[in-house]
């Protein structure tokens, strides 16, 4: 059954990723979006992209696709917090710590009291990986290699 109201299918999506129910969110989205394009939108809900590429990340490993859904709801509406902790969200899910930090910090700057972006920012693990990632960071083998690491020079990226 297709509904041709977008909002409801992107409501619906919302309960189901509260639920936890992340697949069948994704699919909502995307119907959300569906809907959205067929009619026509002259300006398309940059939050049904967001929540579509958050749930489908959600439900499996982030694809590239996924990052970049958020990516581009975030950029054509740089304005709203939600879409930065869902970007956020999709970048920890990624691996990518460092831009999570600091796509939520952008996210706080808009809304300070924001509580969701507040918990993700504070949560979030600052820590560099394990040295030997297969025995557990409370080794005291991975502990003193990490100290000793944190004594080395840090090489710049090209």
Do not use: W
């Not at 909502?28 to 939108?41: M, P, S, T, Y």
């Not at 959600?58 to 859904?69: A, Q």
């Not at 809304?111 to 693990?125: G, S, V």
């Amino acid at each position: 059954m297709t509904t041709t109201n977008p909002e409801r299918h992107f409501q619906r999506g919302l309960e189901l990723l509260a639920r936890r129910r992340y697949a069948d969110a994704a699919v909502q989205f995307q119907a959300a979006i569906f809907v959205e394009d067929r009619q026509g939108a002259q300006r398309p809900h940059m939050r049904y992209r967001s929540y579509y590429g958050l749930s489908r990340a959600l439900s499996n490993r982030p694809t590239l696709e996924d990052v970049k859904l958020c990516e581009q709801a975030a950029a054509a509406d740089n304005y709203d917090p939600v879409l930065l902790l869902n970007l956020g969200k999709v970048y920890l899910r990624a691996g990518k710590t460092t831009r999570a930090l600091l796509t939520l910090q952008r996210g706080l700057q808009l809304e300070p009291e924001h509580a969701e972006l507040r918990a993700l920012y504070a949560q979030t693990d600052r820590r560099a990986r394990p040295v030997l990632p297969g025995i557990g960071r409370d080794h005291a083998l991975n502990r003193s290699l990490g100290r000793l690491r944190s004594r080395l020079p840090r090489r710049e990226h090209p």
